[in-house]
């Protein structure tokens, strides 16, 4: 079993910066982040495998988001720039259960993390 804790989230303004944080508890692999916004489904986000070798972004954060992954402290982390309205939801971290791609589809992710809010407004 596999625990996934996410923070640092937050009120931001438009334009401005945040990174999100996920501590685990137990080995993981392929890492990701997806999240769900008010009345729509859980989208992807970003994911990085487990030696840090691949990373893949869905299009909506390529150049402004970057993944990155501390294996010695479990962790991975998602640096979030130059934030739009359309960011703001619930972010989630996730890990496979097995070595794995930087995949996208939630369904290859085993664990989840409870989320952490992501609020950007003036």
């Known amino acids: 079993q596999v625990q996934l804790v996410e923070s640092g989230g937050g009120l931001v303004q438009p334009g401005g910066s945040l990174r999100l944080s996920c501590s685990a508890s137990?080995?993981?692999?392929?890492m990701g982040w997806s999240r769900q916004a008010p009345g729509k489904d859980r989208a992807f986000v970003a994911a990085?495998?487990?030696?840090?070798?691949?990373?893949n972004y869905a299009d909506s954060v390529k150049g402004r988001f970057t993944i990155s992954k501390n294996n010695a402290r479990n962790t991975v982390s998602l640096q979030m720039d130059n934030l739009k309205p359309e960011d703001t939801a619930i972010y989630y971290c996730?890990?496979?259960?097995?070595?794995?791609?930087?995949?996208?589809?939630?369904?290859?992710?085993?664990?989840w993390g409870r989320g952490t809010q992501v609020t950007v407004s003036t």
């Open positions: 996730a890990t496979t259960a097995d070595w794995a791609t930087a995949s996208s589809a939630s369904s290859d992710y085993t664990y």
């Open positions: 137990g080995r993981t692999f392929t």
């Open positions: 990085i495998t487990r030696a840090a070798t691949n990373t």
